[in-house]
Every structure is written in structure tokens, then in C-alpha cells.
């Protein structure tokens, strides 16, 4: 199946430091979405990419589609102690009628 | 975002019993849904895939007779874990999606404890 692989897999950054992460998949994906699970909960929908080169913000979060449509890339400025959690990338590729997910990066915040 | 919720958010039971997991779109109507399965520290992984009135389709790997799922209503979906032993505990997730959309929403997971 895809393989979609996530980096890093895990952050340890001080409270106000900006957050990059990275996902890169095999095949062309035709939407990217990013996910964050807080421990004992489901994922929850960041940001929805749908073609490539699209850049999207939500509050602090910034997520870009990559020219390639093989790879996705999430910000995040001035972190909190609540942004403290796992990303997961995930996507669509053609004719694929459920998501992928990456491994996830485990983003913990030092206040 | 769209509403999913799952029923029960913990559940323990005995080796050799049964147990039902629901699975439910609370504002929309999800045409298609899927069980994830995630273990400790790992990604979530996908068993299967179910649209409203049909069998559900399982990834490989995944005993369809022992992870039996309904998906009888365009808002509940149900899976049931049967005979469940020890090594079925895990973190047992549901998403929905409604027709035409690529966003999938997430149910907040049903941790099954297996004794």
C-alpha cells in the first residue's frame, strides 16, 4: 500500500519556538490533510489541502501542498503548551477511497 | 467541523465475550465509514472500510468473522469484536465521510480492555 513517511518523529521544542514537520508519500496525492491527536482521543482535522502548491493557514498553523503532490509540509508558529500532541499527516492518492496516514510527529512543548 | 461520536469511550471485558463499538455522524450523513485500530505510540491503522447498505471491505490481515461491521444507517456504523482475547485491547477508532467530500472526521476512540 502507500507509505507515507512523517518527520521528525518526535519535538521537543521551548514554549514560543516555531514547529516544522514533514510528510512524504510514494505515489501523487490528490488532497493532504493534517490531523492532531491528543492522548485518548481521536484525531482531529488541522487543515485540508486539495491541489498543489496551496498554502493554508489556521491561526498559528501553516500547511503547504508540495509541487509535486508527493509531499506536505505543516508549521507552527509561537507554540503553546497546548499544541502538545501527535500530527498525522494523511492524504487521498488516485482512486483510493480512504485515507493514509503518516507515523506521526510527538510534539512536546517545554513551557 | 463535522460531529462523530463513538459509544462506549472505555470498555473492559472478559476473554471469550463479545463487545460492540457504535459509531455514530451526529450532523451529517456519512455515506462511508471506517474502523482504525491504533496501538500504543504507533499510527492508526486501517481495518476497514463500510458504505451505508453494503458489506464492509477489510484490509488484509483483518479476520472479517471475528471484527463483524454494520453499516446499516447513513449515521451508525457498529463493530463488534468477537470472542475478544487479550491481544484485540487497543484503541479502536471510527471515521466518517459524507459523499463527495475528502475530509474524514474521527469518532474520540473506544479503548477496549480485553482481560
Known amino acids: 500500500g502507500q507509505q507515507l513517511n512523517q518527520s521528525p518523529q518526535s519535538m521537543f521544542i521551548q514554549e514560543g519556538e516555531d514547529v516544522s514537520m514533514n510528510c512524504t508519500s510514494s505515489s501523487i496525492f490528490n488532497t493532504w490533510l493534517w490531523y492532531k491527536q491528543d492522548p485518548g482521543e481521536g484525531p482531529v482535522l488541522l487543515i485540508a489541502?486539495?491541489?498543489?502548491?496551496e498554502l493554508t493557514s489556521n491561526g498559528r498553523l501553516t500547511a503547504q501542498f508540495g509541487i509535486t503532490r508527493k509531499d506536505s509540509f505543516l508549521n507552527i508558529s509561537a507554540s503553546i503548551p497546548s499544541d502538545v500532541g501527535i500530527y498525522f499527516c494523511a492524504g487521498f492518492s488516485t482512486g483510493a477511497n480512504n485515507l493514509f496516514f503518516g507515523t506521526g510527529t510527538r510534539l512536546t512543548v517545554i513551557p | 467541523g463535522a460531529v462523530v461520536s463513538q459509544h462506549p469511550s472505555r470498555v473492559i471485558c472478559k476473554s471469550g465475550t463479545s463487545v460492540k463499538i457504535e459509531c455514530r455522524s451526529l450532523d451529517f450523513q456519512a455515506t462511508t465509514m471506517f474502523w482504525y485500530r491504533q496501538f500504543p505510540k504507533q499510527s492508526l491503522m486501517l481495518m476497514a472500510t463500510?458504505?451505508?447498505?453494503?458489506?464492509?471491505?477489510?484490509e488484509q490481515g483483518v479476520e472479517k468473522d471475528k471484527f463483524l461491521i454494520n453499516h446499516a444507517s447513513l449515521t451508525l456504523s457498529t463493530l463488534t469484536v468477537t470472542s475478544a482475547h487479550p491481544e484485540d485491547s487497543s484503541f479502536y477508532i471510527c471515521s466518517a465521510r459524507s459523499q463527495g467530500w475528502d475530509e474524514q472526521f474521527f469518532g474520540p476512540g473506544t479503548r477496549l480492555t480485553v482481560l
Open positions: 463500510s458504505n451505508e447498505g453494503s458489506k464492509a471491505t477489510y
Open positions: 489541502l486539495y491541489k498543489a502548491g
